[in-house]
């Protein structure tokens, strides 16, 4: 500003004249005015109505920012000293990018929060929040005006890992692990967002272990020490479960806090062979003097590292007498000729040739199979017949049950049987039978020469829940059966019948308890007589709602 004007007079300008708006700049911010004064007589002027001058666009500004923030937790960035290109603290919104253009996630993928930043006369802040420990990274974040080109950048930001939140396993147990064996793994002390919390350190950085068997130990084997140290927030070491388990889980807890950390579940191998029943086979009714299959097994080696040898496996024989859970043993001698075991998976035949010992166990050596040997991870199948002893007497019907196995797996030594590494049940305990985790079915034993042996199971039974089997042997060939039921007082109650009947096999019919028109049949005992060919025997059923 501060141009002049010379005014000429009359017929020339008649003393008016305009000022181009070009003439004028105003530059500091606020009401100002113009003034027009005559150069030889100062006293005549005369100033403008105010003018409000507002700053322009931001030109430079200061970005401030802590040098370190804790990952998660809100800051404040600041702008501060925003003018215009004139010196006017000026108004605008800053907005913030990281300055590498990076995504700066945290390891659990949460991302960070950057908010605008509105400056109102020459400063202003906004609330960020960084996830991801790092740092300290160099000018980590800028500032854009989003009108004018001007920019900045923040000084170095560490971001410094939140407080322990939980452990994570980034190496973990193998699937199938040996009892006493290290196990290596690698445990990380964890914030909310997965960061490493490297301040969970030396006495600070102390946690116990404990697993479902609560076996486990820090190495060596024999310790007994449930306490392990993590260094920079790592756990990098060997531990110890002394226990075989099936869905075995480390679990990690912080000493001094409830923050805790799982593996994955893995499988713990000691001695143990998994032995389980296939099917029963075992018929309801024989005749005595026959041979007959009474259950196929499965014997499983869980190792993946050590094979198993077996010598012989140990079947026990018995017999029900009284009410459904009265199992007693009896002497083998007494009731069978011999036990036959046959290798399923890689065929050949063992057997317990007489004279069998005076026990209730019979030692079954296969060591004629084509294979004693049950590989890493692998199984054999076999099949458990015995033969029925002529003449015998003393008890009416039998059952066996697996005893155990005579075997070893080298370096761990002889292996223990059981129904799974996750629920074990016992297996030798001669006294107390129905724990036997297997065992076969009862079957009834008749004499030889009678022509129809008979019963049936359940009985009593109930019609309106259950059927009850009307089990019969047939040694004669016949080919048909029919069972009439009569009442006590000799009613015909219902006819069954079967075609197709084999020769010296058990068979069985079913009847629901219903009478011939489809009815539930009243309480009380019936009689079932079952005839075939020319031979019939009877039993009593009894029917109890």
Partial sequence: MGTQYTFTGTGLDDG????????????????????????VKTTIRQTSNPINVVAGGINT??????????????????????????????????????????????????????????VVNGSGSAIQTLVKEEGPVVNMLTGDDTVTPATATTGDITINSGPLNHFTFTTQPSANETVDTNINVVIEARDTY?????????????????????????APVGSADTTIRFTNGEFNGNLVVRASHGADIITVRNLVGIQSGSSNTFQVVGNEVLVSLLQATEPR?????????????????????????????????????????????????????????????????????????????????????????????????????????????????????FGGINGT?????????????????????????????IKSGLTQIGPAGVAVEAFNYPNPFNPRTQSTNIVFFNPAGNSSVSIKIFTLTGRLVRTLSRSGLLQDQSQEVEWDGKNGKGQVVRNGVYVAVIQIGGSRAMIKIAVVK
């Fill in 16 to 39: 008016t004249h305009d000022f181009n708006r070009t003439l004028f700049t105003l530059e500091t911010k606020g009401n100002q005015t113009i003034t027009i004064y005559d150069t």
């Fill in 61 to 118: 500004f200061t970005l401030i920012a802590p040098g370190t923030v804790t990952a998660g937790v809100p800051f404040t960035l600041t702008v501060s000293n925003a003018i215009d290109a004139v010196g006017n603290l000026a108004d605008g919104i800053i907005a913030i990018t990281f300055t590498d253009a990076g995504p700066h996630l945290a390891p659990d993928l949460t991302a960070p929060t950057l908010n605008n930043i509105t």
């Fill in 194 to 218: 997965d960061n490493l919390v490297t301040s969970f350190d030396g006495a600070a950085g102390d946690a116990t272990i404990t697993d479902v068997t609560n076996t486990v130990e820090e």
């Fill in 285 to 401: 009714i024989a005749v005595e003097g026959n041979e007959i299959a009474m259950f196929d097994i499965r014997i499983e080696n869980p190792d993946a590292g050590n094979a198993v040898t077996f010598n012989s496996i140990n079947i026990l024989i018995g017999s029900r007498n009284g009410g459904t859970e009265n199992w007693t043993t009896v002497i083998a001698a007494d009731v069978i000729d011999y036990v036959k075991v046959e290798d399923l998976t890689n065929g050949g035949i063992a057997g317990q040739d007489p004279p069998i010992a005076p026990d209730n166990f019979v030692d079954v050596n296969i060591t004629n199979f084509p294979t004693q040997t049950i590989a890493v991870s692998s199984s054999i199948d076999l099949r458990v017949s015995v033969k029925i002893k002529s003449g015998f007497s003393g008890v009416s019907n039998i059952m066996i049950g």
């Fill in 409 to 437: 797996r080298p370096p761990l030594g002889a292996v223990n049987p059981v129904n799974n590494l996750t629920d074990k049940l016992p297996v030798n305990d001669p006294n107390n039978y129905p724990t036997y985790f």
